[in-house]
């Protein structure tokens, strides 16, 4: 499948002033030396523009191109449903060669380094719910939880993890348990008031998590269409090749569970997972309302927030 991202338009870059670059060398160069070289004021050569403009910034896309497709790569947290840990307009770096060295356009597997782990917040494209087969354009970031074979029970805010039995492997069952820290939600969060701070440990890694708080889930789930998690109840078991993810913000999150329910199919892809989020470097608040051309302006930049992600 391609991506038809900002990798996208950065390699079709490189690739025509690549190629304009080389045929310069070989043979349109060649041609103006027979002719006699001409130059400007300042001693550089003059060349018709698109091979001066190829000739000048393919370096620089080239060498973009290649960190930002096998190394790492921006991107910018788009919603809230990652919070408390990432909030919207969080810049953050994913790991791309974390699960493995992917191409760019088509993020095909060329060479395997590592496997996606339980509580890796990843970066993916989601499945399309029409067709699971395929994924969908936009990138998503997510907490991971399920992997091939794992069947997964939830019960009121508890994740119960039966993972897929080889002869080898450890088959006791995960539980993962919410610890409630505080019924104030931290600052940054939107309508704070509604939710209760959580903590949780999966395979060694500790984070916060928000839950609706008790008085709103029910009457507040009736206004919204939220997911009310504390009450919910569901069980699943995930395909081979497959993937299950929730974000951390349980009721502010559109995620596997309402994609498995809409399809039984739809899960993530391991083709579609684009990398593990490494750590943020840039909080930007933004507009509340578009200011020009429908476009949300900066209105505060912030590095209070760098750091790693767990």
Not at 28 to 51: A, C, N, S, T
Not at 121 to 141: E, G, M, N, R, T
Request: net charge negative.
């Amino acid at each position: 499948m391609v991506y038809y991202d900002f990798g996208f338009y950065l390699t079709v870059g490189t690739v025509i002033t690549g190629i304009i670059t080389l045929i310069d060398k070989y043979k349109w160069r060649p041609q103006r030396v027979e002719k006699g070289l001409k130059y400007d004021e300042k001693g550089d050569e003059i060349m018709p523009f698109h091979i001066d403009i190829s000739r000048s910034i393919f370096p620089i896309i080239f060498v973009i191109l290649i960190l930002r497709s096998f190394i790492y790569e921006p991107y910018r947290i788009p919603s809230a449903s990652m919070n408390p840990g990432l909030y919207a307009g969080d810049f953050i770096t994913v790991n791309k060669y974390a699960y493995g060295v992917r191409l760019p356009i088509t993020n095909t597997q060329i060479i395997p380094i590592g496997e996606p782990q339980r509580g890796d917040v990843i970066v993916f494209h989601p499945p399309s719910l029409d067709d699971p087969s395929k994924a969908i354009q936009d990138a998503y970031i997510k907490r991971l939880y399920g992997l091939p074979g794992d069947t997964l029970h939830w019960n009121q805010g508890t994740l119960t993890i039966e993972p897929k039995c080889d002869a080898d492997a450890n088959c006791d069952s995960i539980v993962i348990q919410p610890e409630m820290v505080s019924e104030i939600a931290p600052e940054l969060v939107n309508a704070g008031d509604k939710f209760n701070l959580y903590k949780q440990n999966v395979d060694g890694k500790e984070h916060e998590l928000l839950f609706f708080t008790f008085p709103y889930t029910v009457k507040y789930y009736q206004a919204t269409g939220h997911r009310k998690a504390l009450v919910n109840e569901w069980s699943v078991t995930i395909p081979e090749g497959k993937y299950f993810a929730m974000g951390d913000h349980r009721d502010n999150s559109t995620d596997a569970r309402e994609w498995f329910k809409h399809n039984p199919n739809a899960f993530i892809d391991r083709e579609a997972i684009i990398g593990r989020a490494a750590g943020k470097w840039l909080f930007m608040e933004f507009t509340d309302e578009p200011v020009i051309f429908g476009w949300h302006l900066p209105k505060g930049i912030s590095f209070d927030r760098v750091g790693t992600i767990i």
